[in-house]
DNA sequence: GTCTATACTTGGATAGAC
DNA sequence: GTCTATCCAAGTATAGAC
């Protein structure tokens, strides 16, 4: 029924040619954002560091804003699934705050958070891509929300403040601290957060489970 | 020694024809960086929104990047200044979280954040934009410093949470917040925080001042 | 001093070559 | 099916008109 030679349909891997083609300038598209933003991402740009004509692009991609989705899709897998990993079997609130800082510091210096926030600001340019740039940050609050759930547990806490409440206020956190450790070049003031975050979370175990004292030495 | 009619150096206000043409552009970038982000904000699109040829933003402001700067400045200077008087006089948590909600949603019906977040997500692409916009952004931590300050006033929470780390965390959510909200196109999980907040606030009240129970009815 | 017409550069998208 | 040469719109900036 295909003939010979027919490509795929899979999307994400390949060998096939058109498969390297898209992986190349899916990786060139996620740098540039990273270091020229958005207003500087272009067809041009993405395909000038891939060393690919610019209308490789719309052949394979349809448009400019298509291959950015890809790209962020492609950060976005790559992250949810190591940060999983990462948090499964996270139990208590101050292994949580941990966990969480390891997962900024990473994203800070890999710049993965970088490519949402430009994508989330770019969206207001381009028309159509708020709500698909929304959609890939719904996993996100799912994540932190579970995250949340196993950590805290069912403690009284978790009434006065839901963890679907917290997990939104998680999330607008981080983006908040990204885009200010970015701007000013400058991650300390959001890193001694993480530091205080841990002293509280510490504070919270000491106070819920006061009938297991520290042991003595 | 000047000659008649030449103009004063006042940059912020003025009735000669240089000042109308400045606030006309002025306002027309605040009103393009809303509706179009930044990316969609040109010397041409702005010019257009204000009626005005594009070159006049080269004559009077030098740049387009120097005309979103006064844009900036205007937008925080008033907004500054307003909500300094909406917080003065503010000395407990739970009328400050009312306060802090009352600005979220001014903002957010005014698009007030919208031009910062805008300004900072296109500092990565405009050279030398990053520390002039981290510079404007200064006055607000320190504002969010003082009204914290002010409103725990020195109970030992302030100790574990100290104001400056606190104020920085505000500012990076407030951020996270609006940009959330003006993607999802929805305020409701901002909010629903704010009510969380302000019940966190209340039990933090009674807590610290145990001498002075609810008045009987 | 103020503004407009024009020059030149970069961007998105496609018709047509291989 | 894959890719390149080319088209036209939109961007910044300025030389020159008023």
């Known amino acids: 029924m295909a003939k010979a030679g027919a490509p795929s349909k899979a999307v994400a891997n390949g060998t096939g040619r058109s498969a390297v083609t898209r992986r190349q300038l899916v990786d060139a598209a996620i740098a540039t954002l990273q270091l020229e933003g958005y207003t500087g991402t272009s067809a ?22 298509n291959l950015l989705l890809a790209a962020l899709d492609s ?13 499964s079997g996270v139990t208590n609130p101050s292994r949580l705050v941990d966990a969480a800082e390891e997962i900024f510091r ?30 890939r940050i719904q996993p996100w609050r799912g994540f932190a929300q579970s995250a949340i759930e196993a950590a805290v547990g069912d403690s009284p806490l978790g009434s006065v403040l839901p963890a679907k409440d917290v997990a939104h206020a998680v999330v607008a956190l981080y983006l908040g601290l990204e885009l200010l450790s970015h701007l000013d070049g400058d ?29 003595a030495p």
């Open 44 to 65: 041009r740009s993405i395909a000038r560091r891939a060393g690919l004509n610019q209308g490789l692009i719309f052949y394979h991609f349809g448009s400019v804003a």
């Open 75 to 87: 950060v976005s897998q790559e992250r949810l699934q190591r940060y999983e990993a990462e948090v």
């Open 106 to 135: 990473n994203d800070l210096k890999a710049g993965y958070v970088t490519v949402l926030v430009e994508m989330i600001a770019g969206a207001s340019s381009t028309p159509g891509l708020g709500p698909e740039v929304s959609a």
């Open 187 to 215: 991650p300390g003031p959001a890193l001694a957060l993480f530091a205080r975050a841990k002293g509280l979370a510490e504070l919270l175990e000491a106070l819920t489970t006061p009938s297991t004292p520290k042991e």
